[in-house]
């Protein structure tokens, strides 16, 4: 019998790892199943699911969305999000022994699909004195209440962006990125790059690092059957290696950094998470951020656009 496809279930919202989170010391003969996971776990899914699964012909994201690639493997429809359980108390739990001092919004799903749930959780993390890192496409941006909400509580938002986003898509992120950094909130342009063959998206790309405000480059990782493959130069792409078996994997394709040097803008090349939570990476930009480029300059004069154009 043919296995269904079915939506995420709602289940209780505890934290979770991924395989680049698992504490390796002293467990390094172990396969990554039967290390300790939950005891090192630093990241949280109010929401599974996301409608960006259903763009680039259902692989997520230009750059191909590993979430949603890899749900397929359990017949997840991961373009509808699902908002999951809060129990207070067994978060807090988890927290309790969690012995980092941040905690990362979105491995598989988007906050950003239930941001008043998020915003809950949020606090809940935000009184277990460790801080919140959202990372969100936008796809359903934010209440102005909500982004005042999550500024209060001290929420790095990583707004994540890349030079094959549509136009509006580009402006609505940049948007909000403004909106929140104007009211004092960490709002980080979390920059996925690519080595493009045409000057015009490497054009695009450069006037987006060079934006204005904190940046963090995310390299994309590209499936070769991924049509955006087309699209990069790829003699400069090589296979990534895998956080499972810390192998070479030829599925999954990088150029590396283009701009910083470092994934993270702080250099830290410990973390595969990028946090953006250290002290010199949380400089809050001033309400008037320069713009350096002259693409999106129109940004502030763009209505509010509820569903993106792509
Ligand atoms: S927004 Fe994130 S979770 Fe959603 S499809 Fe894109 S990469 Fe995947």
Request: some cysteine; overall charge positive.
């Amino acid at each position: 019998m043919k296995r269904p496809w079915e939506t995420f279930k709602a289940i209780p919202i505890r934290l979770t790892a991924t395989n680049k989170m698992v504490d390796e010391e002293g467990k390094a003969d172990l396969p990554y199943g039967r290390r300790q996971a939950r005891t090192t776990a630093n990241a949280v899914d109010p929401v599974r699911g996301c409608p960006g699964g259903i763009t680039n012909d259902g692989r997520g994201c230009p750059w191909g969305c590993y979430s949603c690639e890899s749900m397929k493997r359990y017949h997840r429809i991961f373009h509808i999000p699902v908002s999951m359980i809060l129990k207070p108390e067994l978060l807090r739990k988890d927290l309790e022994n969690c012995p980092d001092d941040w905690i990362r919004f979105g491995i598989n799903g988007d906050p950003g699909e239930d941001w008043n749930l998020t915003i809950q959780v949020a606090r809940i993390v935000r009184e277990s004195g460790k801080t919140p890192v959202i990372l969100s496409r936008l796809w359903t941006p934010p209440t102005e209440p909500q982004l005042s909400q999550m500024a209060n509580l001290g929420v790095v938002l990583h707004i994540s962006i890349c030079a094959l986003d549509s136009y509006p898509a580009t402006s609505q992120r940049l948007l909000f990125l403004k909106k929140y950094q104007a009211i004092g909130g960490k709002g980080i342009m979390r920059l996925v790059t690519f080595v493009f063959t045409d000057p015009e998206h490497t054009r695009i790309q450069n006037d987006l690092y060079n934006y204005g405000g904190p940046i963090l480059e995310q390299p994309a990782r590209l499936q070769r059957t991924n049509p955006n493959w087309l699209k990069v130069t790829q003699s400069r792409y090589h296979p990534y290696h895998t956080y499972t078996d810390k192998t070479k994997t030829t599925r999954w394709w990088t150029a590396g950094p283009q701009f910083s040097g470092s994934s993270c803008g702080d250099g830290c090349t410990i973390c595969p998470n990028k946090c953006f939570t250290t002290p010199q990476t949380i400089k809050t930009p001033a309400p008037n951020i320069t713009l350096k480029s002259n693409l999106y300059q129109d940004v502030q004069t763009l209505p509010n656009i509820d569903i993106l154009d792509e």
